[in-house]
């Protein structure tokens, strides 16, 4: 069974760091690519990053590019969100996401929530 | 970047009836287009691929049409199991994006 579970999110300062997690299982993750995507509150889906299978191919969203760096370990089957510089606007649920075109396999999510 | 605009913003609709809910591009997609649902608390499900592919598992009742820039996501008769908010995406280009999501309740 294909799991994807993120953790490392929580509460931080605006201007403040954290650093996301997604642990896979249950496919050849060194094969896939994955992404970042987030839905804040009550809204919509955006997607925020893109890495390709091994990790030299990467795409940010605009509203992240400069203070995000998504980041991958093939050999513990973890992909990593690092982001920095964060703001209100990041608050959201982030999910990791496996696929270059069909998205078929999301995580749980896990929640950012940026607030002084 | 290419805008996703879905309508309408809610639909609604009885048990056993039919839902058609529209999906515009920007710009032509082909027919890299994808279709999603979520349910409050939970993370998006896969349902449609290639505009008009049924995700493994997906019931029948489930349909996708279109091409270019105009889609469509049928649902023939609602079940109850059916009410949420559906969302396209485009992957045809990056930024993938997608649409505003369409919230389907029960009338």
């Known amino acids: 069974e294909v799991q994807l579970v993120e953790s490392g999110g929580g509460l931080v300062q605006p201007g403040g760091s954290l650093r996301l997690s997604c642990a896979a299982s249950g496919f050849t993750f060194s094969s896939y690519e994955m992404n970042w995507v987030r839905q804040a509150p009550g809204k919509g889906l955006e997607w925020v990053s893109y890495s390709s299978s091994s990790g030299y191919t990467i795409y940010y969203a605009d509203s992240v590019k400069g203070r995000f760096t998504i980041s991958r370990d093939n050999a513990k089957n973890s992909l990593y969100l690092q982001m920095n510089s964060l703001r209100a606007e990041d608050t959201a649920v982030y999910y990791c996401?496996?696929?270059?075109?069909?998205?078929?396999?999301w995580g749980q999510g896990t929640l950012v929530t940026v607030s002084s | 970047e290419i805008v996703m605009t879905q309508s309408p913003a809610t639909l609604s609709v009885s048990p056993g009836e039919r839902a058609t809910l529209s999906c515009r591009a920007s710009q032509s997609v082909s027919s890299n287009l994808a279709w999603y649902q979520q349910k409050p608390g939970q993370a998006p499900r896969l349902l449609i691929y290639g505009a008009s592919t049924r995700a493994t598992g997906l019931p029948a009742r489930f349909s996708g049409s279109g091409s270019g820039t105009e889609f469509t996501l049928t649902i023939s008769s609602l079940q109850s199991e059916d009410f949420a908010v559906y969302y396209c995406q485009q992957y045809n280009n990056w930024p993938r994006t997608f649409g505003q999501g369409t919230k389907v309740e029960i009338k």
């Open positions: 996401v496996s696929g270059f075109q069909i998205w078929t396999y």
